[in-house]
């Protein structure tokens, strides 16, 4: 059974930047998918960031060239970095995985990749942890 727990969330004003961490139990061998989504109060989760078995990453299209999904080599933490934030990234963030299917993604005309993940697709979540970007 996978189990993630979230954390690095805190306050920051525009500009500045911030690093999630999540902390992976359970995998076995074969392919994945982690990601984070977020959810801004009163509103659904939002796909964030996706990264895959060969390290193939997709952003949402609010957070490319901003966010930087990675993760480490045994597998068992996933980062995002965070740059540049402004007030909307405000939203409690949650880290997620699943086993099996391949990251849902679509590439772009300038060759990356936009996540086009739904919460539906995992089973597994974190408590989240939150990020308030002030003005």
């Known amino acids: 059974q996978l189990l993630v727990a979230e954390s690095g969330g805190g306050s920051v004003q525009s500009g500045g930047s911030l690093t999630l961490s999540c902390r992976i139990s359970?995998?076995?061998?074969?392919?994945?998918?982690m990601a984070w989504f977020r959810q801004h109060p009163g509103k659904e989760h939002e796909a964030v960031a996706s990264?895959?078995?060969?390290?193939?990453?997709s952003y949402a299209d609010s957070v490319k060239g901003r966010f930087t999904i990675s993760q480490d080599a045994a597998k068992v933490r996933l980062y995002l970095q965070m740059n540049s934030l402004t007030p909307e990234d405000t939203a409690m963030y949650y880290c997620?995985?699943?086993?099996?299917?391949?990251?849902?993604?679509?590439?772009?005309?300038?060759?990356?990749?936009?996540?086009?993940?739904?919460?539906?697709?995992?089973?597994?979540w974190g408590q989240g942890t939150q990020v308030t970007v002030s003005s």
């Open positions: 990264i895959d078995t060969y390290d193939g990453t």
């Open positions: 359970g995998f076995t061998r074969g392919t994945f998918c």
């Open positions: 997620t995985a699943n086993m099996g299917p391949s990251c849902r993604r679509t590439r772009t005309g300038d060759g990356s990749y936009t996540f086009l993940g739904k919460p539906t697709d995992f089973d597994t």
